[in-house]
């Protein structure tokens, strides 16, 4: 079995540009969809909307107090973590809390945008996921309260996820008595889906194509795939159970655009290949997921 292996490996400029887009589809969702309709589903966001509930008449609008928490976080971070903490979280957590502000001076929002609050439940939890499941992806964090989570591990042996989800619960109950019930309940309930959906969306973005490939042309496949496609590819010796022929098997993983480019070119150079095609979300090595 001889191994071909190449990788596309994402350079720091591309990692900035889809982290920012990450932040900014986070900032969207939290502004007009969370902040306006006091949807508390944990986290700093949730925080800021309780405290803007208890000072509604200070200068300490949500975007604010988010800005002034996420900035205590980061020098606790500083102070206790040191060289460990991530440049890109601190990145992340203040390019974040300055777009909540500019969006607040650029868009005042006095009142939810719809009369449909399941419709912006959908929107207030969908936009966030997406922005931190992209974040995920990069290994990258939001900061908040995961630079609390940092600080924990580094002292503890506390479950860290049990930890931050009884934060967020305690965050998200706290609606239901400084909002009324409807608006708990409706917290509730988007903390119950943020969950499933950022895993639901971090498994979409994960998601690769894996192929076994049968063919007589094995040279040609193999040089679209390392030459055009710039990936590594797996060479196997088979037999035919029944014919007992002698043949070549292809493996190779891509994600969905690439699958598509070598479906369609594997389909011109050999239409007689025999391929199995399976969906993966957990590619580990080079290329792809560290160990």
């Known amino acids: 079995m001889r191994i071909h292996n190449t990788h596309k490996p994402l350079n720091l400029l591309q990692r ?15 502004y007009f969809f969370k902040f306006p309709n006091n949807f508390s589903t944990g986290g700093v966001s949730g925080i800021s909307i309780i405290l803007g509930r208890l000072f509604p008449d200070s200068f300490l609008s949500p975007s604010t107090v988010m800005l002034i928490i996420n900035t205590l976080l980061l020098v606790l971070g500083f102070l206790i973590l040191g060289r460990s903490f991530a440049f890109s979280t601190v990145y992340c957590s203040m390019l974040l809390s300055l777009s909540l502000s500019g969006l607040e001076r650029l868009w005042p929002m006095t009142a939810p945008m719809t009369d449909q609050p399941m419709l ?23 900061g908040g309260t995961d630079i609390v989570a940092m600080i924990v591990r580094k002292y503890s042996n506390m479950n860290i996820g049990t930890a931050l989800m009884i934060a967020d619960i305690t965050i998200t109950v706290a609606a239901l008595f400084f909002f009324g019930p409807k608006t708990g309940l409706f917290s509730i309930l988007g903390l119950l889906l943020k969950s499933l959906m950022v895993d639901y969306i971090m ?11 049968i063919t007589t042309q094995t040279d040609s496949i193999l040089d679209y795939i390392m030459t055009t496609l710039h990936r590594g590819a797996t060479i196997e010796e088979v ?10 098997m292809i493996i190779t993983v891509l994600n969905r655009p690439e699958a598509l480019m070598l479906r369609k070119y594997i389909h011109t ?17 080079k290329g792809f997921l560290s160990i």
């Open 16 to 30: 900035y540009l889809l982290m920012t887009a990450g932040i900014l589809i986070m900032a969207i969702g939290i």
């Open 239 to 248: 037999q035919g159970a029944f014919s007992h022929n002698q043949m070549t």
């Open 203 to 213: 498994d979409i973005l994960r998601s690769r194509k894996c192929f076994q490939i």
């Open 269 to 285: 150079v050999d239409p007689h290949a025999f391929i199995v095609i399976t969906t993966s979300t957990e590619i580990v090595g």
């Open 120 to 142: 912006e439940l959908f929107f207030a939890v969908l936009l966030p996921a997406i922005g931190s499941a992209i974040l995920f992806n990069l290994d990258a964090s939001s």
